[in-house]
């Protein structure tokens, strides 16, 4: 459990997760073969998804189905911790939006995502194995109009627009 997002985050959510019978969490490194051949020989999984996205999985030559799934940013129920750091840019009237150019981003609903994710785990027909999965909510956001969006929710000030070439003065 690293901490690129909150441990004690993480840790909440595999509480959660501890009501189901067939949770079982183990903190094992992905990256150590020895430990996940251990693992997944006392575990014997039917499929295998990795959420981590570490390279080397596909060569890996697990002995069981697998899929790597790619999550895009998630909102909904505790995504607070991801864009907190955003809002409050926005409501101290810190915010400055570079570039002329609209940014376009994916997002994800968490429960569209969880939906996305059993689907994968749950087919039964082989077509996910060995496959890559980007999730994301269509269609994509603008975020210089969701920036505008927070800030007349949260009344602040109107935030500024500059050209990269005036941000690089700064």
Not at 30 to 54: C, E, G, M, W, Y
Not at 94 to 110: D, L, M, T, W
Request: glycine fraction near 2%.
């Amino acid at each position: 459990l690293n901490d690129y997002y909150d441990p004690n985050l993480k840790l909440a959510r595999i509480d959660q997760l501890k009501n189901f019978k067939n949770f079982k969490f183990e903190k094992v490194d992905i990256a150590n073969k020895d430990l996940i051949t251990q693992s997944f020989q006392s575990f014997k999984p039917r499929k295998v998804v990795n959420l981590a996205a570490q390279a080397g999985v596909r060569e890996s030559k697990l002995n069981c189905e697998w899929s790597i799934i790619r999550p895009t940013s998630i909102w909904g129920p505790w995504f607070d911790y991801s864009y907190k750091t955003f809002f409050q840019m926005i409501d101290k009237n810190k915010y400055v939006h570079i570039g002329k150019n609209e940014f376009q981003k994916p997002a994800s609903f968490v429960g569209n995502t969880t939906f996305m994710i059993m689907k994968i785990l749950l087919d039964n027909t082989n077509e996910s194995n060995g496959k890559t999965y980007y999730l994301a909510d269509y269609p994509w956001y603008s975020t210089q109009e969701w920036a505008t969006t927070i800030q007349k929710v949260l009344k602040t000030k109107t935030f500024i627009t500059m050209t990269y070439s005036k941000y690089e003065k700064l």
